[in-house]
């Protein structure tokens, strides 16, 4: 897979700039959750399963210093604060969309895979 484009500067190729944007387990289902609208803290916490509250505000505050996600306070009691995608989080997240797809299509392999890698790990332990 070779490109006639030159690398962006500071990065070896354009894959690498989006994955130091997305780098972390948790950010790609943070855009993946948000591509469906606007959310709440609650609901992503929700949504994003497994993550820690301090992971998860960590991860949102990286998104929105990189303008990926836009939080919104409502300065209103109880406080009220969502967070949406802004058109540079839109445009990431849709790039995400066929990864997702892969995911879907491919889960009972990806599962069989993960298993393997378990038992294995298991073995060796």
Not at 31 to 59: C, H, T, W
Request: net charge neutral.
């Amino acid at each position: 897979m070779s490109s006639t484009l030159a690398p962006p500067p500071g990065f070896s190729c354009g894959l690498d700039a989006t994955l130091r944007v997305i780098a972390g387990k948790w950010k790609p289902l943070i855009l993946y959750f948000l591509l469906q609208g606007p959310n709440r803290y609650g609901e992503l916490k929700r949504a994003v399963r497994g993550v820690s509250d301090k992971m998860l505000i960590q991860q949102l505050k990286e998104l929105e210093a990189d303008g990926i996600v836009m939080r919104t306070d409502y300065h209103e009691v109880p406080p009220r604060v969502d967070y949406a995608l802004t058109p540079l989080g839109r445009s990431l997240a849709e790039a995400l969309t066929p990864l997702c797809n892969w995911g879907t299509e491919h889960v009972a392999e990806v599962t069989h895979v993960l298993q393997q890698r378990e038992d294995w790990a298991d073995a060796k332990a």
